[in-house]
């Protein structure tokens, strides 16, 4: 059969393949469209197989909120270019909506969502046969809001960073906190804190401070060392837990996170406030 322009403009419209192995797959198929799709399909798996093990240093961070619930995806390609195009947003924008409706919590359980009959994971296998570069839905974090309770979300510009959050609150209008909230995550973005509270900290990063700690005040008297080996862990905390950091739009410089919320709420007419959950993502880390 005969293979013309218009065959081939068609079988590039469905795949995204090249106009040589399109031409070359519907000569295979001679000219059946659906088996000349399904050996695009199949070459485009091999592809993906031998792309698996490469770096994929670049990527975005894709964070949405929809009624109560706020979702933040990370997925990573190989080069900064591929992020502008249209096939990989539309793989970003599709396993997002997936992660809300199938209610994934993580990467690996949202690769195995079914959409339109065909996996997540065998969609970023179709794209890396499109466009040749390795493709890795890496990270999701999925945070729901009960009642009294607002989200928040920050993406960074370049949408390399981004985080989400959630403040469960008494005695006022969510409303009034969705600033307060969405400040927490743009915090979160520029100071990178470890853990929301003490008890987030990794057990091995406390005992490594502590041990350099007590390496410090060994010398020091003994009746005071305890106090000042107190005095460093607190600071040590105030620097990785989010609600003890100072928050970093405070002008004076003396407002921690967690004051910052709470005087949100009571400014609002609320008696408390506190941040109880988040997820912060960096491109890579």
Known sequence: MAIDAKMIKELREITGMGITDCKKALTDANGNMEEAEM???????DKAAKKADRATGEGVINI???????????????QEPTTNNER????????????????????????QVEVGGE??????????GVIGENVVVKKLGRIEAPAGAVLGSYSHFNNKSGAICLIKFDGC?????????????????????????RGGVPADMVAKEKEVFMEEVKNKPENI?????????????????????LFVKDPDGKLTVSAMVEKAAKDAGGSKAEVVEFARFELGN
């Open 88 to 111: 990989f947003q539309a793989l970003v924008k599709e396993a997002t909506a997936a992660a809300f409706t199938s209610g994934a919590k993580s990467a690996e359980e949202l690769t």
């Open 225 to 245: 060392q305890d106090k000042i080996l107190e005095g460093k862990l607190s600071k040590f905390f105030g620097e990785k837990c989010l609600t003890e950091q």
């Open 39 to 45: 050996i695009l399909r199949k070459k485009g798996l």
């Open 173 to 197: 209008d969510a409303g009034a906190l969705q600033t307060a909230a969405n400040d927490v995550c743009m915090h979160a973005v520029a100071v990178r804190p470890v853990a929301l509270n």
């Open 119 to 128: 996996k997540i994971e065998d969609k970023v296998k179709a794209l890396i």
């Open 64 to 78: 949405e909120i929809r009624d109560n619930v706020a979702v933040i995806l990370e997925i990573q390609c190989e």
